[in-house]
């Protein structure tokens, strides 16, 4: 798909939702004229937000009720009072988030990336019955080494040292100018989709969310709660611990699963439906939006969840 067709333009309005002591944001297309038995969640990860999805969910709303929230901290989502940021706070937010938006009765089909997905994964974990289906991308798996992070393992650990890490993610917010607007795809991010993901966090205190992430991967000693969690679904994903139909999408090369990673991947889940995407950095949904929207339309009529 040519760059001239993945429009910058966000044709949503957001509503919002008070959560806990905070308030999210998010989209909500609403229930289409077909009566859709099924809601699509869609998680973005750091230092995104709904935006991301804003050229996938027109593929998808005409067959489903499609909703996808600004974490806390991220997009137009209010502030976390603790300024903690932890990932135990987010999945506090996040469940509270999902009873105040999703009814108990509505089966859910989500579709997630980055943190968004270990968000997702753990939700599903513990609402199984409630899960129609999982579709990810460039997510995170318990499995995942430093040397997976195709060449970032340097990076990511300078990232997580306090001096180095404050400098280069507060004050030169590098995770937005240079991991997605260099690194996001195999051709850079434009001008006009950076304004809208540089706009949240005009402030280095309003990246405070986007250094706190990579501290929490449960490598090398960090964070052994988010590492618990993480086993814990990946033993859920694992083949045979479920049915839920799975689709899954993988782009070269990628941050968080590499090609290599692919096949072992696929083959502890009991080889979900793969697709290749191409060549892609860690944000795919900036250079393939169309082909992951047909493919998620595609995989909710397969398995009748439209």
């Known amino acids: ?119 997702g994964f753990d939700w599903a974990r513990k609402n199984e019955q409630r899960v129609a289906g999982l579709v990810f991308m460039e997510f995170i798996f318990a499995t995942l080494t430093p040397k997976d992070f195709v060449g970032w393992d340097e990076r990511l650990m300078k990232m997580r040292d306090p001096d180095t890490g404050h400098q280069l993610v507060l004050q030169e917010n590098y995770f937005v100018e240079v991991i997605l607007k260099k690194h996001g795809t195999s051709k850079g991010v434009s001008e006009a989709v950076m304004e809208h993901y540089r706009r949240p966090f005009a402030n280095p205190a309003d990246r405070e969310p986007q250094w706190r992430m990579p501290n929490e991967i449960p490598l090398e000693g960090h964070a052994p709660d988010v590492g618990k969690m993480i086993w814990q679904y990946w033993e859920w994903m694992k083949a045979g611990n479920n049915q839920v139909p799975k689709l899954m999408f993988w782009v070269d090369p990628g941050m968080l699963v590499p090609p290599h990673r692919v096949k072992d991947v696929a083959e502890w889940m009991g080889n979900p439906k793969v697709i290749g995407l191409g060549p892609s950095g860690h944000f795919p949904q900036e250079e393939h939006p169309h082909r992951i929207g047909e493919e998620i339309r595609r995989f909710l009529i397969e398995n009748d969840l439209q």
């Open 1 to 119: 798909m040519a760059a001239e067709d993945i429009s910058p333009d966000f044709p949503f309005e957001k509503k919002h939702v008070k959560t806990l002591n905070s308030s999210m944001a998010y989209v909500d297309t609403g229930t289409p004229p077909t009566k859709a038995k099924t809601t699509v969640v869609f998680v973005h990860g750091n230092p995104t937000s709904s935006y991301l999805w804003r050229n996938i969910i027109p593929h998808v709303s005409p067959i489903a009720r499609c909703v996808a929230p600004d974490l806390i901290g991220f997009g137009n989502s209010g502030k976390m009072p603790s300024n903690g940021y932890y990932i135990r706070e987010h999945v506090e937010y996040f469940r509270e988030f999902m009873e105040a938006v999703v009814p108990k009765d509505e089966k859910i089909v989500f579709v997630i990336h980055d943190w968004g997905s270990a968000l």
